[in-house]
């Protein structure tokens, strides 16, 4: 039985990705961020230069033939260090993905399945999301220190109650589906309901909501590094470029275009690859919007 | 109807306490001594000291949550350890700029978002509706302080009709002050519109497929008329609970965009507190911004009651 379901929702996710490519505008995303990912993985041998490779000789020139994107103020190759930066803002945007979803799911499903849970965790929940999402950000980092990684915890718990209101809405409704009623009557154990039956069906909402989140969390990060209270100022990520351009605005736009237009990118592509996921995942909530 | 007032009522001072709590537990999940963090690695023991007494956080913990809860309810949310004046001041010295660069993003973001979000529903599928869509997503896509950047690049640095930042300084008259909030509020407004569009556009589809839409065609009324005072007066509930909430959402907005234009707001107030470590200010802030996220959404609910009798919480 869980051999048949397991191969059929390993087919639904083939499934799912053919269909994205079948769409114009969902195939541009996938393509795109196919794309960045690669060049993020390769970075080390695709790169043109090392990323910290000063060269003083050759500061803050323009975009040519020799430095594609230019150089900074250090006459560091602007394309090498945007793909670099890549890295880290993936990684972060993912990481936020990853342990806002935990969280987020954890409370979302304790919430919808356990009735008497459901009133304090949806008041948490609400008053959570009543902080807009860079505010608590930064008060977070400025209370846990800034760091990667704690750019990562705090914006994983500025997430996670959006990802617990999807996955509580869902589980409301499929707590009340017959074949969950007749699991319950087996007698099978309320975790393995909740893993099995709960958790796989809330699998869908879950991943469109998740790709939203990485767009914002990307977002987000490079908001807080260009403020200067996310990630150390001297490791490339494309907000802390942008921070470093800003101060040549007038005589190099270009070292905080390039890393701008990354950002632009990534965020797009994922907006465009979750737009179509929810509208085959669930053609109820698309609603055109 | 009063029930229902009554019940959102005790719903919102619920939440607020939770933010309370959220909020007087952020600073307190500081690794180490929040004392010592906030006074920098050259500060004496006793300075550590008397910093320490000050905020009380030599209480035990409920004390503490006790005295801050109280001092909450004298409307008193400390005092600035770097300014060292009342946070509430120190708020209400940064109102303005945050204030009008608020409204007038909210305004250019409505006024971009409501003709296009109508007319792409209008037009669903049309060339013009594809492009308003994918626009929208775009903009939703820049980073605002990105944006502003460009923007400083094009029209202050190359083309001169504004400066690069500030406020005008403190002589400045409203006229003057107001041109430096041209750009930011530009910034602003076009990154929010993308949201306040999609939800024009989705409100407008829900209701042009109503039955009375059709029935005020069926009689032979005017298209523009069918539009504007049937569907759009009626598609405007939901799209007023967005307008609303990108405000609050604003605000947030704002501390990135006046950090890159220098203006002397309650966002730039914050990331010198946070670069700076004033937890007080921090705190005030968080609570402040919050509160009005909580409010806002309380008003939009009892509009909501006032319009649709259907409506219960």
Same mark, same amino acid.
């Given at each position: 039985?869980?051999?048949?379901?397991?191969?059929?929702?390993?087919?639904?996710?083939?499934?799912?990705?053919?269909?994205?490519?079948?769409?114009?505008?969902?195939?541009?995303?996938?393509?795109?961020?196919?794309?960045?990912?690669?060049?993020?993985?390769?970075?080390?041998?695709?790169?043109?230069?090392?990323?910290?490779?000063?060269?003083?000789?050759?500061?803050?020139?323009?975009?040519?033939?020799?430095?594609?994107?230019?150089?900074?103020?250090?006459?560091?190759?602007?394309?090498?260090?945007?793909?670099?930066?890549?890295?880290?803002?993936?990684?972060?945007?993912?990481?936020?993905?990853?342990?806002?979803?935990?969280?987020?799911?954890?409370?979302?499903?304790?919430?919808?399945?356990?009735?008497?849970?459901?009133?304090?965790?949806?008041?948490?929940?609400?008053?959570?999301?009543?902080?807009?999402?860079?505010?608590?950000?930064?008060?977070?980092?400025?209370?846990?220190?800034?760091?990667?990684?704690?750019?990562?915890?705090?914006?994983?718990?500025?997430?996670?109650?959006?990802?617990?209101?999807?996955?509580?809405?869902?589980?409301?409704?499929?707590?009340?589906?017959?074949?969950?009623?007749?699991?319950?009557?087996?007698?099978?154990?309320?975790?393995?309901?909740?893993?099995?039956?709960?958790?796989?069906?809330?699998?869908?909402?879950?991943?469109?909501?998740?790709?939203?989140?990485?767009?914002?969390?990307?977002?987000?990060?490079?908001?807080?590094?260009?403020?200067?209270?996310?990630?150390?100022?001297?490791?490339?990520?494309?907000?802390?470029?942008?921070?470093?351009?800003?101060?040549?605005?007038?005589?190099?736009?270009?070292?905080?275009?390039?890393?701008?237009?990354?950002?632009?990118?990534?965020?797009?592509?994922?907006?465009?690859?979750?737009?179509?996921?929810?509208?085959?995942?669930?053609?109820?909530?698309?609603?055109?919007? | 109807?009063?029930?229902?007032?009554?019940?959102?009522?005790?719903?919102?001072?619920?939440?607020?306490?939770?933010?309370?709590?959220?909020?007087?537990?952020?600073?307190?999940?500081?690794?180490?001594?929040?004392?010592?963090?906030?006074?920098?690695?050259?500060?004496?023991?006793?300075?550590?000291?008397?910093?320490?007494?000050?905020?009380?956080?030599?209480?035990?913990?409920?004390?503490?949550?006790?005295?801050?809860?109280?001092?909450?309810?004298?409307?008193?949310? !400390?005092?600035?350890?770097?300014?060292?004046?009342?946070?509430?001041?120190?708020?209400?010295?940064?109102?303005?700029?945050?204030?009008?660069?608020?409204?007038?993003?909210?305004?250019?973001?409505?006024?971009?978002?409501?003709?296009?979000?109508?007319?792409?529903?209008?037009?669903? !599928?049309?060339?013009?509706?594809?492009?308003?869509?994918?626009?929208?997503?775009?903009?939703?896509?820049?980073?605002?302080?990105?944006?502003?950047?460009?923007?400083?690049?094009?029209?202050?640095?190359?083309?001169?009709?504004?400066?690069?930042?500030?406020?005008?300084?403190?002589?400045?008259?409203?006229?003057?002050?107001?041109?430096?909030?041209?750009?930011?509020?530009?910034?602003?407004?076009?990154?929010?519109?993308?949201?306040?569009?999609?939800?024009?556009?989705?409100?407008?589809?829900?209701?042009?497929?109503?039955?009375?839409?059709?029935?005020?065609?069926?009689?032979?009324?005017?298209?523009?008329?069918?539009?504007?005072?049937?569907?759009?007066?009626?598609?405007?509930?939901?799209?007023?609970?967005?307008?609303?909430?990108?405000?609050?959402?604003?605000?947030?907005?704002?501390?990135?965009?006046?950090?890159?234009?220098?203006?002397?707001?309650?966002?730039?107030?914050?990331?010198?507190?946070?670069?700076?470590?004033?937890?007080?200010?921090?705190?005030?802030?968080?609570?402040?911004?919050? !509160?009005?996220?909580?409010?806002?959404?309380?008003?939009?609910?009892?509009?909501?009651?006032?319009?649709?009798?259907?409506?219960?919480?």
């Amino acid at each position: 039985m869980s051999a048949i379901s397991s191969s059929a929702a390993g087919s639904g996710e083939r499934g799912l990705v053919r269909r994205l490519f079948s769409r114009p505008t969902s195939a541009a995303g996938l393509a795109v961020l196919a794309i960045i990912l690669i060049a993020a993985v390769l970075a080390p041998w695709i790169t043109p230069y090392a990323p910290g490779k000063l060269s003083i000789a050759h500061r803050l020139q323009a975009p040519g033939i020799a430095h594609l994107f230019g150089t900074d103020d250090f006459g560091r190759d602007v394309l090498s260090r945007m793909i670099f930066a890549g890295r880290l803002s993936l990684t972060v945007g993912f990481s936020v993905v990853v342990l806002s979803s935990l969280i987020g799911v954890l409370l979302g499903l304790l919430a919808g399945y356990f009735r008497k849970l459901d009133r304090p965790l949806s008041r948490l929940i609400d008053a959570m999301m009543a902080f807009p999402d860079i505010l608590l950000a930064i008060a977070l980092v400025a209370a846990l220190g800034a760091s990667a990684a704690n750019v990562v915890i705090a914006l994983g718990i500025v997430y996670a109650p959006r990802l617990a209101r999807v996955v509580r809405a869902s589980t409301l409704v499929i707590r009340e589906l017959p074949y969950v009623e007749a699991a319950k009557a087996l007698g099978v154990p309320t975790p393995v309901i909740l893993v099995r039956h709960v958790l796989r069906n809330v699998a869908s909402p879950l991943l469109v909501q998740g790709t939203f989140i990485f767009a914002n969390a990307i977002l987000a990060e490079a908001g807080l590094s260009f403020l200067g209270v996310g990630v150390s100022p001297d490791v490339p990520t494309w907000g802390t470029m942008i921070s470093l351009g800003r101060q040549y605005l007038d005589q190099a736009p270009w070292i905080m275009f390039f890393p701008g237009g990354a950002i632009v990118l990534t965020v797009l592509s994922l907006q465009l690859v979750g737009d179509g996921m929810r509208d085959l995942l669930d053609p109820r909530l698309a609603k055109d919007i | 109807m009063l029930r229902s007032v009554f019940n959102r009522l005790i719903g919102m001072a619920i939440v607020m306490a939770i933010v309370v709590t959220v909020v007087f537990i952020i600073v307190r999940i500081t690794p180490g001594d929040p004392a010592a963090v906030m006074l920098g690695p050259e500060a004496t023991a006793a300075d550590i000291a008397a910093l320490r007494d000050r905020l009380g956080l030599d209480d035990p913990l409920p004390v503490q949550f006790g005295a801050y809860v109280l001092d909450l309810l004298r409307g008193d949310l !400390g005092t600035s350890i770097f300014l060292n004046i009342p946070v509430t001041e120190a708020l209400a010295q940064r109102a303005e700029p945050t204030f009008f660069l608020t409204l007038f993003s909210l305004l250019i973001a409505t006024v971009i978002a409501l003709p296009v979000g109508v007319l792409s529903a209008y037009w669903r !599928g049309s060339i013009f509706d594809q492009m308003a869509t994918t626009l929208a997503m775009f903009a939703a896509s820049v980073p605002s302080f990105w944006l502003g950047l460009l923007l400083i690049q094009f029209f202050a640095v190359r083309l001169g009709w504004f400066d690069t930042s500030g406020y005008g300084g403190p002589g400045a008259g409203f006229f003057e002050r107001m041109h430096h909030l041209v750009l930011p509020a530009v910034a602003l407004g076009v990154v929010s519109s993308a949201l306040i569009t999609r939800f024009t556009r989705a409100s407008m589809l829900d209701v042009l497929g109503d039955d009375y839409v059709r029935t005020a065609r069926s009689k032979g009324m005017g298209e523009a008329r069918v539009v504007i005072k049937h569907a759009f007066k009626n598609a405007l509930i939901p799209v007023l609970t967005v307008i609303g909430l990108t405000a609050a959402l604003l605000v947030s907005g704002a501390i990135v965009t006046e950090t890159v234009f220098g203006l002397p707001g309650v966002g730039s107030l914050i990331v010198s507190a946070v670069l700076r470590r004033d937890y007080p200010v921090i705190q005030g802030a968080l609570l402040v911004v919050a !509160g009005l996220y909580v409010l806002i959404n309380f008003v939009i609910d009892m509009l909501y009651l006032a319009v649709d009798p259907r409506v219960r919480f």
